[in-house]
Every structure is written in C-alpha cells, then in structure tokens.
C-alpha cells in the first residue's frame, strides 16, 4: 500500500521561504516520475514541479527560478524548496507520481502567504 505524507507547511511572509518534504512508503520514488501539485481555493490542483528517475527537473511557468524540486534516494523523500513566495502560491500541496495516481494522494501540506 502506498502511502505519501506531506508536512513543512505553515504561514509565511510574501517574499519568504518555505521547504516542503514528503515522504513515501510502498514507493520508491526514484523509479518513478514524481512531482508536486497544489490546489488553491476554487481552483483545480495542478503540478507545479516534477523530477524524473533520472533527476531532471521540470517547473510550471508560474514557479519557475523560485521552487526546486529534489529527491534523497537513500530516506526515499522528496523536497520543494520555495522562495519568493507569492500571495498566489497559497495551496494545499500534494506529492505524487505524474500523472498522480488516484489511490496515492495524501492529506497535503497547507501553505500560506501572506502580505
């Protein structure tokens, strides 16, 4: 059974920092595409980074040069650092493989911005 567990949200200034973890049993995430979404209010969840088996990175155009998506094999987790943080990056964020499984998804980490 494969369980994702996201934590490391919170409240945070706009301009900020915040460092998302999630980690993963039943799951081995570097033989999988993985990637981080988020769901703001009223709108529908989408992905925001992802990172293959092979460590390419790939970012949404709205996160990119301010969220870095990495992994650590050996504890089987994976990181969203995010910088600058926006007012329009409050969301619940996600961890899943891409495309996200349905079966996979977690609580979610709520992140905040504020001014």
């Known amino acids: 059974q494969v369980q994702l567990v996201e934590s490391g949200g919170g409240l945070v200034q706009a301009g900020g920092s915040l460092r998302l973890s999630c980690a993963g049993s039943?799951?081995?995430?570097?033989?999988?595409?993985m990637g981080w979404y988020r769901q703001a209010p009223g709108k529908q969840r989408e992905l925001v980074a992802s990172?293959?088996?092979?460590?390419?990175?790939n970012y949404a155009d709205s996160v990119k040069g301010r969220f870095t998506i990495s992994r650590d094999n050996a504890q089987n987790t994976m990181y969203l650092q995010m910088n600058s943080l926006k007012l329009e990056d409050t969301a619940v964020y996600y961890c899943?493989?891409?495309?996200?499984?349905?079966?996979?998804w977690g609580q979610g980490t709520q992140v905040t911005v504020s001014s």
């Open positions: 899943n493989r891409v495309p996200g499984s349905r079966s996979y």
């Open positions: 039943g799951i081995i995430f570097s033989f999988n595409v």
């Open positions: 990172i293959i088996a092979g460590g390419r990175t």
